[in-house]
Protein backbone atom coordinates (compact mmCIF):
# COMPACT_ATOMS: atom_id res chain seq x y z
CA UNK A 1 0.00 0.00 0.00
CA UNK A 2 1.16 3.69 -0.75
CA UNK A 3 1.75 5.76 2.41
CA UNK A 4 -0.23 8.76 2.65
CA UNK A 5 1.33 11.71 2.33
CA UNK A 6 0.51 15.20 3.59
CA UNK A 7 -0.69 18.11 1.09
CA UNK A 8 1.94 20.47 1.77
CA UNK A 9 4.79 17.16 1.19
CA UNK A 10 2.77 16.19 -2.06
CA UNK A 11 3.67 20.14 -3.25
CA UNK A 12 7.20 19.76 -2.88
CA UNK A 13 7.40 16.48 -4.24
CA UNK A 14 5.57 18.26 -6.97
CA UNK A 15 8.33 20.90 -7.59
CA UNK A 16 11.38 18.34 -7.67
CA UNK A 17 9.03 16.10 -10.00
CA UNK A 18 9.03 19.17 -12.73
CA UNK A 19 12.82 18.83 -13.11
CA UNK A 20 12.72 15.09 -14.42
CA UNK A 21 10.16 16.13 -17.67
CA UNK A 22 9.64 13.42 -20.03
CA UNK A 23 9.78 13.88 -23.97
CA UNK A 24 6.40 15.42 -25.23
CA UNK A 25 3.29 13.13 -26.61
CA UNK A 26 4.38 12.19 -30.09
CA UNK A 27 0.86 12.44 -30.90
CA UNK A 28 0.20 16.05 -29.41
CA UNK A 29 0.68 18.79 -31.43
CA UNK A 30 3.56 21.43 -31.76
CA UNK A 31 3.08 24.98 -31.36
CA UNK A 32 4.86 27.32 -32.92
CA UNK A 33 6.96 30.25 -31.24
CA UNK A 34 5.42 33.63 -31.32
CA UNK A 35 4.85 36.77 -29.53
CA UNK A 36 3.44 37.29 -25.86
CA UNK A 37 0.50 39.44 -26.09
CA UNK A 38 1.85 41.29 -23.14
CA UNK A 39 -1.11 42.22 -20.10
CA UNK A 40 -1.35 40.13 -16.63
CA UNK A 41 -0.07 36.57 -17.00
CA UNK A 42 -2.35 34.15 -14.98
CA UNK A 43 -2.14 30.37 -14.75
CA UNK A 44 -5.15 28.38 -15.44
CA UNK A 45 -5.03 24.89 -14.69
CA UNK A 46 -7.67 22.51 -16.65
CA UNK A 47 -8.27 19.21 -18.23
CA UNK A 48 -6.17 20.60 -21.18
CA UNK A 49 -6.24 23.24 -24.33
CA UNK A 50 -6.35 23.32 -27.57
CA UNK A 51 -3.62 25.71 -28.51
CA UNK A 52 -3.75 24.91 -32.00
CA UNK A 53 -7.38 27.14 -31.71
CA UNK A 54 -6.13 30.72 -33.29
CA UNK A 55 -7.89 32.56 -30.71
CA UNK A 56 -6.25 30.66 -27.54
CA UNK A 57 -2.73 30.78 -29.49
CA UNK A 58 -2.89 35.01 -29.89
CA UNK A 59 -2.99 35.27 -25.92
CA UNK A 60 -0.92 32.35 -24.85
CA UNK A 61 2.09 34.02 -22.37
CA UNK A 62 5.24 32.83 -24.00
CA UNK A 63 8.77 33.20 -22.76
CA UNK A 64 11.89 35.29 -24.17
CA UNK A 65 12.14 32.74 -26.95
CA UNK A 66 8.70 32.94 -28.22
CA UNK A 67 7.98 29.73 -26.53
CA UNK A 68 4.40 28.88 -24.72
CA UNK A 69 4.69 28.70 -20.53
CA UNK A 70 3.04 26.09 -20.70
CA UNK A 71 3.06 22.22 -18.69
CA UNK A 72 1.27 19.15 -18.79
CA UNK A 73 1.15 17.76 -15.14
CA UNK A 74 -0.41 14.64 -16.72
CA UNK A 75 1.84 13.48 -19.49
CA UNK A 76 4.69 15.72 -17.59
CA UNK A 77 5.81 17.67 -20.49
CA UNK A 78 4.95 21.23 -22.35
CA UNK A 79 2.29 20.01 -24.38
CA UNK A 80 -0.67 20.27 -22.09
CA UNK A 81 -3.39 19.16 -25.30
CA UNK A 82 -6.63 18.25 -24.90
CA UNK A 83 -8.71 18.92 -28.11
CA UNK A 84 -11.78 19.18 -26.06
CA UNK A 85 -10.32 20.63 -22.68
CA UNK A 86 -12.07 22.94 -20.49
CA UNK A 87 -9.27 25.19 -20.30
CA UNK A 88 -9.74 26.83 -24.08
CA UNK A 89 -12.81 27.93 -23.26
CA UNK A 90 -12.02 28.92 -19.82
CA UNK A 91 -8.66 31.17 -21.33
CA UNK A 92 -10.53 32.68 -24.17
CA UNK A 93 -13.44 33.88 -21.58
CA UNK A 94 -11.20 35.44 -18.80
CA UNK A 95 -8.73 36.80 -22.10
CA UNK A 96 -12.15 38.03 -23.64
CA UNK A 97 -12.34 41.78 -22.29
CA UNK A 98 -9.44 41.75 -20.02
CA UNK A 99 -5.67 42.87 -20.92
CA UNK A 100 -4.60 39.02 -20.10
CA UNK A 101 -1.96 36.43 -20.82
CA UNK A 102 -2.63 32.86 -20.47
CA UNK A 103 0.07 30.36 -18.74
CA UNK A 104 -1.54 26.58 -19.75
CA UNK A 105 -1.47 23.79 -17.14
CA UNK A 106 -3.14 20.99 -17.65
CA UNK A 107 -3.96 18.47 -14.88
CA UNK A 108 -5.84 15.45 -13.95
CA UNK A 109 -8.30 17.52 -10.90
CA UNK A 110 -9.07 14.45 -9.47
CA UNK A 111 -5.51 13.60 -8.62
CA UNK A 112 -4.24 15.55 -6.18
CA UNK A 113 -0.38 14.30 -7.02
CA UNK A 114 -1.07 16.23 -10.62
CA UNK A 115 -2.79 18.86 -9.38
CA UNK A 116 -0.17 19.52 -7.17
CA UNK A 117 2.27 19.46 -10.01
CA UNK A 118 0.44 21.72 -11.94
CA UNK A 119 0.79 24.12 -8.85
CA UNK A 120 4.25 23.36 -8.21
CA UNK A 121 4.59 25.01 -12.20
CA UNK A 122 2.60 27.73 -11.86
CA UNK A 123 4.11 29.34 -9.02
CA UNK A 124 7.21 29.73 -10.53
CA UNK A 125 5.91 31.28 -13.98
CA UNK A 126 4.71 35.39 -14.22
CA UNK A 127 1.22 34.37 -12.92
CA UNK A 128 0.28 35.84 -9.83
CA UNK A 129 -3.42 34.25 -10.17
CA UNK A 130 -3.96 30.34 -10.55
CA UNK A 131 -6.89 29.65 -11.61
CA UNK A 132 -7.79 25.83 -11.11
CA UNK A 133 -11.06 24.11 -12.41
CA UNK A 134 -12.15 21.71 -9.74
CA UNK A 135 -14.27 18.94 -9.27
CA UNK A 136 -17.46 19.50 -7.60
CA UNK A 137 -17.03 18.88 -3.63
CA UNK A 138 -14.04 16.92 -4.20
CA UNK A 139 -12.11 17.36 -0.49
CA UNK A 140 -9.02 16.34 -1.88
CA UNK A 141 -8.71 18.67 -4.81
CA UNK A 142 -9.82 21.50 -2.37
CA UNK A 143 -6.74 20.88 -0.03
CA UNK A 144 -4.03 20.89 -2.39
CA UNK A 145 -6.04 24.43 -3.78
CA UNK A 146 -5.82 25.47 0.31
CA UNK A 147 -2.25 24.01 0.89
CA UNK A 148 -0.84 25.86 -1.86
CA UNK A 149 -2.94 29.14 -0.94
CA UNK A 150 -1.05 29.24 2.55
CA UNK A 151 2.07 27.87 1.23
CA UNK A 152 2.28 30.89 -1.31
CA UNK A 153 1.16 33.92 -0.12
CA UNK A 154 1.62 36.03 -2.86
CA UNK A 155 -0.29 34.16 -5.32
CA UNK A 156 -3.84 34.62 -5.51
CA UNK A 157 -5.25 31.26 -5.94
CA UNK A 158 -9.38 30.73 -7.23
CA UNK A 159 -11.13 27.33 -7.67
CA UNK A 160 -14.04 27.14 -9.51
CA UNK A 161 -16.05 23.93 -8.95
CA UNK A 162 -19.54 23.10 -10.23
CA UNK A 163 -21.35 23.23 -6.95
CA UNK A 164 -20.17 24.47 -3.56
CA UNK A 165 -20.94 22.95 -0.11
CA UNK A 166 -20.46 25.82 2.28
CA UNK A 167 -17.78 23.61 4.24
CA UNK A 168 -16.19 24.23 0.84
CA UNK A 169 -16.30 27.55 0.77
CA UNK A 170 -15.39 28.41 4.65
CA UNK A 171 -11.08 28.11 3.70
CA UNK A 172 -12.31 31.29 1.09
CA UNK A 173 -13.80 33.04 4.04
CA UNK A 174 -10.72 32.49 6.29
CA UNK A 175 -7.55 32.59 3.64
CA UNK A 176 -6.78 36.47 2.32
CA UNK A 177 -5.60 34.84 -0.95
CA UNK A 178 -8.05 32.27 -1.98
CA UNK A 179 -11.47 32.51 -3.64
CA UNK A 180 -13.81 29.05 -4.14
CA UNK A 181 -16.56 30.37 -7.14
CA UNK A 182 -19.19 28.55 -8.51
CA UNK A 183 -18.58 27.66 -12.34
CA UNK A 184 -22.14 28.38 -13.18
CA UNK A 185 -24.37 26.76 -16.21
CA UNK A 186 -21.69 27.56 -18.65
CA UNK A 187 -19.15 26.44 -16.44
CA UNK A 188 -16.75 29.89 -16.91
CA UNK A 189 -18.31 32.46 -13.76
CA UNK A 190 -14.26 32.26 -12.53
CA UNK A 191 -12.82 33.53 -15.69
CA UNK A 192 -15.73 35.90 -16.26
CA UNK A 193 -14.84 37.69 -12.96
CA UNK A 194 -11.52 37.65 -13.85
CA UNK A 195 -11.76 39.34 -17.10
CA UNK A 196 -14.88 41.70 -15.48
CA UNK A 197 -11.97 42.47 -12.55
CA UNK A 198 -8.68 42.83 -14.52
CA UNK A 199 -10.33 44.84 -17.55
CA UNK A 200 -7.97 45.94 -20.46
CA UNK A 201 -5.87 47.76 -17.85
CA UNK A 202 -2.33 46.40 -18.01
CA UNK A 203 -1.51 47.33 -14.63
CA UNK A 204 -3.96 46.28 -12.90
CA UNK A 205 -2.92 43.97 -10.80
CA UNK A 206 0.38 46.57 -10.34
CA UNK A 207 0.79 47.24 -6.20
CA UNK A 208 -2.00 45.16 -5.31
CA UNK A 209 -0.79 42.15 -3.11
CA UNK A 210 -2.81 38.58 -3.48
CA UNK A 211 -5.53 40.13 -0.51
CA UNK A 212 -5.98 42.84 -2.80
CA UNK A 213 -7.01 41.49 -6.03
CA UNK A 214 -9.14 38.67 -4.27
CA UNK A 215 -11.01 42.22 -3.15
CA UNK A 216 -11.06 43.00 -6.98
CA UNK A 217 -12.73 39.99 -8.28
CA UNK A 218 -15.03 40.17 -5.79
CA UNK A 219 -15.69 43.84 -5.85
CA UNK A 220 -15.37 45.22 -9.06
CA UNK A 221 -19.01 46.44 -10.72
CA UNK A 222 -20.05 44.31 -13.34
CA UNK A 223 -22.69 46.35 -14.87
CA UNK A 224 -21.66 46.21 -18.10
CA UNK A 225 -19.55 43.84 -20.38
CA UNK A 226 -16.77 45.88 -21.21
CA UNK A 227 -15.31 46.07 -24.88
CA UNK A 228 -13.04 43.34 -26.26
CA UNK A 229 -9.51 44.71 -25.55
CA UNK A 230 -7.82 45.39 -29.16
CA UNK A 231 -5.19 44.57 -29.71
CA UNK A 232 -4.39 42.63 -26.91
CA UNK A 233 -0.93 44.42 -26.78
CA UNK A 234 1.27 42.29 -28.62
CA UNK A 235 4.93 43.04 -29.54
CA UNK A 236 7.90 42.00 -28.21
CA UNK A 237 8.82 38.18 -26.27
CA UNK A 238 9.02 38.59 -22.98
CA UNK A 239 11.03 36.38 -20.49
CA UNK A 240 9.12 34.16 -17.43
Known amino acids: MTAFRPIPALLCLAAVALASAGAARADDPALKAGLDPGGTAIAILADGFDYTDTALAKVLARDGEGEAIAWDAVDEDHRPYAKEGQGTRAALAASANANLRIVQVRVDAKDTASLARGIAFAVQTPARIVLALLPASDAASHGVLVAAARKFETTLFIGSAPELAPDDEAPSDDIANLLLIEAGAEGLAA ?18 DAAALKRLVLERPKEAAAAACSPNSAGKPQKP
Open 191 to 208: AEALSAALGCDAGAIEGK
